[in-house]
């Protein structure tokens, strides 16, 4: 059994920040990437940013020089630390990992329950 929880999530103004965590826990031999994602009503899930495990990250276009990821690999955690949010940036936002549970086992994709983020104008 594997789970990915999020905590972090809030409502915020315009021009605020937010910081949310993702820690991955149960039965894990490795995590390659983890990333997070959202989900703006209507809309589909989009990629706001990834980071492999040995820290190489990607953003989407809209978050960049806003959002910033990181990841603690001692502690099987994910960051998302936002700033200057906007009320685009609203969303339920997601944790995604790539999770290997045994040696010799294929990678499996895990998400997380979702977070919402409410930006207000």
């Known amino acids: 059994q594997v789970q990915l929880v999020e905590s972090g999530g809030g409502l915020v103004p315009a021009g605020g920040s937010l910081r949310l965590s993702c820690a991955a826990s149960?039965?894990?031999?490795?995590?390659?990437?983890m990333g997070w994602y959202r989900q703006a009503p209507g809309k589909q899930r989009e990629l706001v940013a990834a980071i492999t495990r040995g820290g190489e990250t990607n953003y989407a276009e809209s978050v960049k020089g806003r959002f910033t990821i990181s990841r603690d690999n001692a502690k099987n955690t994910v960051y998302l630390q936002m700033n200057n949010l906007k009320p685009e940036d609203t969303a339920v936002y997601y944790c995604?990992?790539?999770?290997?549970?045994?040696?010799?086992?294929?990678?499996?994709?895990?998400w997380g329950q979702g977070t919402q983020v409410t930006v207000s104008s």
């Open positions: 149960g039965t894990i031999f490795s995590i390659n990437a």
């Open positions: 995604n990992a790539g999770i290997r549970r045994y040696f010799g086992t294929y990678e499996s994709q895990y």
